[in-house]
């Protein structure tokens, strides 16, 4: 199963794990192009790979209003790839 959730965060599994794909804007020092490099950790339930990607996604927050407003995005999010099978 592959799912993804945003820009940002996909969802694989498998039979033995969840794995979450994480997709970072960033620049080629070399040829100063823009780049997305994929990212990706392991995890043996998906609460654990769900609090992770929350946790990433909270990160760049620095106001209390910025935390609220990203974890209600992030749910709406997850439950918009969940209800309409944003699978890929």
Do not use: H
């Not at 909270?58 to 209600?72: E, F, N, R």
């Not at 969940?82 to 699978?87: A, C, H, L, R, V």
């Amino acid at each position: 199963m592959k799912v993804k959730i945003n820009d940002k965060f996909e969802i694989e599994s498998d039979s033995n794990q969840w794995k979450l794909n994480q997709y970072v804007d960033g620049i080629n020092p070399k040829t100063k192009e823009p780049t997305v490099t994929k990212k990706t950790t392991y995890y043996g339930r998906l609460d654990q790979l769900l609090a992770s990607a929350l946790d990433k996604e909270l990160k760049d927050c620095d106001t209390t209003v910025g935390l609220l407003s990203a974890i209600k995005e992030f749910k709406t999010d997850c439950l918009k790839a969940i209800n309409k099978g944003k699978k890929i």
